[in-house]
């Protein structure tokens, strides 16, 4: 992966390649970025660009076999930690290790996927993968041994805030006295649940959201997109290139996840005054309750964005409304009246506390079923 290949982020690459050249390269980085602003495919380049020695222009001045060893991510220093979880073929002791061959087909398919696609891609079905001890002293293990090319170890550990906390001490032990020439890059979303004194401990980049234009753009090159279409996903991945790619290649739930949405809020608008339409929503609920608990927290984000595009309508900001219905006979027109000032707040209160519990193992068709019924009643508020 070479910076050349990356999507927008070019302060960042000039802050990651200055670094390098002056030889002023921090032990422990911290990456914080949303789903698909390109989080991991930067960190690959910036170890890449080290270990391959490519100062001074990519695959110019640099070691070319080591080039080629990282394009297909098996460079000896180059190191991975990720979220795992126990599968069919992986009954028990799950590390990152273990799944090294589905890792390294993952990226090559999309290092923009999210943490979604990669539980999907290894089928560890409703569980919720985590980084956990046995892991952390597996990363001790790899580091006390000298590098094979006498340069930099690089440790790349994706979704750091998945460890628990006795592989956050165990880390935290590494960070404060890193062996010598040792890199460590933390990748994160929510870097609140990572362990204060561990982020005390890292240089902090931030990552933003794509801008459509750059999204469009790499649309047009790299998938042969046309460019109406391309403007037209652009604007609806929010600076997110994973969900353009997704929505271009009709791979993503959008479909399910619209028709899933109507059917809840016709059914919520019906239920007042028809104790009947209850049943309806529950039997919803448990549909809802069938998926994995990332799908279901991908479904509510879904419906936060939905209920901010209505209320953008109804409040006469349309050009920042880019979402185009597909169910038939439901317009975000005509459902835009029914979000405003007076419900909106309680409404993403109460999403964003159903993501909290689904994170936490609740029952899921009892969070769906509770935020069904509050939503009987918010959807009536003016």
């Known amino acids: 992966m070479l910076f050349s290949e990356i999507i927008g982020q070019n302060h960042i690459k000039n802050h990651l390649i200055q670094s390098a050249e002056s030889g002023r390269i921090p032990h422990a980085q911290l990456f914080i970025g949303l789903d698909g602003t390109g989080t991991l495919p930067m960190a ?140 460590f890059i933390l990748i994160t979303e929510n870097e609140k649940n990572i362990l204060q004194t561990i982020l005390s401990r890292c240089q902090v980049i931030n990552f933003n959201p794509l801008n459509s234009a750059e999204i469009e753009q790499a649309l047009i090159e790299k998938h042969n997109c046309d460019r109406s279409n391309a403007g037209l996903l652009a604007k609806r991945a929010q600076g997110n290139y994973n969900k353009a790619l997704q929505l271009l290649q009709n791979t993503n739930d959008v479909l399910p996840f619209e028709k899933w949405f109507v059917q809840w809020v016709r059914a919520a608008f019906r239920a007042k005054g028809n104790a009947a339409v209850i049943q309806e929503l529950i039997e919803w609920s448990e549909e809802l309750a069938a998926l994995g608990r990332e799908q279901q927290k991908q479904f509510l984000e879904y419906c936060i964005e939905i209920f901010r595009q209505a209320l953008l309508l109804n409040y006469s900001t349309p050009d920042l409304v880019y979402y185009q219905t597909t169910v038939d006979k439901f317009k975000l027109e005509n459902f835009a009246p029914f979000v405003n000032g007076a419900n909106i707040q309680e409404i993403f209160t109460e999403l964003s506390n159903a993501i909290y519990y689904i994170e936490r193992n609740g029952n899921g068709k009892m969070i769906f079923t509770d935020l069904s019924i509050k939503l009987t009643r918010l959807i009536h508020k003016k």
């Not at 110019?60 to 080039?67: F, K, P, T």
């Not at 090319?149 to 006795?166: C, Q």
């Open 44 to 183: 690959i380049a910036y170890a890449q660009y080290i270990l391959c020695q490519n100062i001074g222009g990519e695959n110019g001045n640099g070691n070319q076999a080591c080039n080629l060893k990282f394009n297909n991510l098996a460079h000896p220093d180059l190191h991975f930690v990720y979220p795992v979880a126990t599968t069919s073929d992986v009954s028990k002791n799950a590390t990152s290790d273990k799944f090294a061959d589905a890792w390294r087909n993952f990226l090559k398919a999309n290092p923009y996927a999210n943490l979604a696609d990669w539980y999907k891609h290894i089928d560890i079905q409703n569980k919720q993968g985590l980084i956990n001890v046995d892991e952390a002293a597996e990363i001790m293990k790899k580091l006390s041994l000298k590098s094979y090319e006498g340069g930099y170890k690089v440790m790349i550990i994706w979704m750091a805030d998945k460890m628990n906390t006795e592989a956050s001490n165990k880390l935290l032990k590494l960070l404060e006295e890193p062996p010598v020439k040792t890199l």
